[in-house]
T-cell receptor
Framework: DAKTTQPNSMESNEEEPVHLPCNHS???????IHWYRQLPSQGPEYVIH???SNVNNRMASLAIAEDRKSSTLILHRATLRDAAVYYC?????????FGGGTRLMVKP | DAGVIQSPRHEVTEMGQEVTLRCKPI?????LFWYRQTMMRGLELLIY????????DSGMPEDRFSAKMPNASFSTLKIQPSEPRDSAVYFC?????????????FGQGTRLTVV
């Protein structure tokens, strides 16, 4: 079973930042935190991952709590194309176990 | 690279028929995964391969399901006989080895409808 907890849904306004939270209170010291998203009618796509330090890439930023029991995916300026289901995953080895994710709705 | 390629994109079949889903992973990737997605159960990992060898098939629902990877560039997921409850979107994904920090690439999926 998935070991992460995320809100079922969130809403954002276009062009505003979005903070998507995730709790992973049972994470082990060697598990990476991965974020994927799934756009409508598409397969999941990788967004970002990290272990301990905060991470930035062209898509998003990942802020990891110091105790690693939670993380936040940050979309700096939401667009309509960011409307998707966002999955937070504890990755042990190569297996990705998806939970329910957070459905992000972006309002124009 | 064209990414992970799955075929067919859509399949409609009658109950009791055999169904074969196909996947071509990204060249050089040594892990291949099969997932199933339904509204009720979300994304479920069915099986994964490393260097063409099945590593974990604990997610395969029952003996009607089988998966093979005869070489590094091709995998199949077969359902025989198919049942209406097998209707779902089936995704294939591939990745390179790792430590837990790699990214998996997913195909566009095959939408299977069993009537």
């Amino acid at each position: 079973d998935a070991k992460t907890t995320q809100p079922n849904s969130m809403e954002s306004n276009e062009e505003e930042p979005v903070h998507l939270p995730c709790n992973h209170s049972t994470i082990s010291g060697t598990d990476y935190i991965h974020w994927y998203r799934q756009l409508p009618s598409q397969g999941p796509e990788y967004v970002i991952h990290g272990l301990t330090s905060n991470v930035n890439n062209r898509m998003a930023s990942l802020a990891i709590a110091e105790d690693r029991k939670s993380s936040t995916l940050i979309l700096h300026r939401a667009t309509l194309r960011d409307a998707a289901v966002y999955y937070c995953i504890e990755n042990a080895g190569n297996m990705l176990t998806f939970g329910g994710g957070t459905r992000l709705m972006v309002k124009p | 690279d064209a990414g992970v390629i799955q075929s067919p994109r859509h399949e409609v079949t009658e109950m009791g028929q055999e169904v074969t889903l196909r996947c071509k992973p990204i060249s050089g990737h040594d892990y291949l995964f099969w997932y199933r997605q339904t509204m009720m159960r979300g994304l479920e990992l069915l099986i994964y391969f490393n260097n063409n060898v099945p590593i974990d098939d604990s997610g395969m629902p029952e003996d009607r399901f089988s998966a093979k990877m005869p070489n590094a560039s091709f995998s199949t997921l077969k359902i025989q006989p198919s049942e209406p409850r097998d209707s779902a979107v089936y995704f294939c994904a591939s990745s390179i080895l790792a430590t837990g920090g790699t990214e998996a690439f997913f195909g566009q999926g095959t939408r299977l409808t069993v009537v």
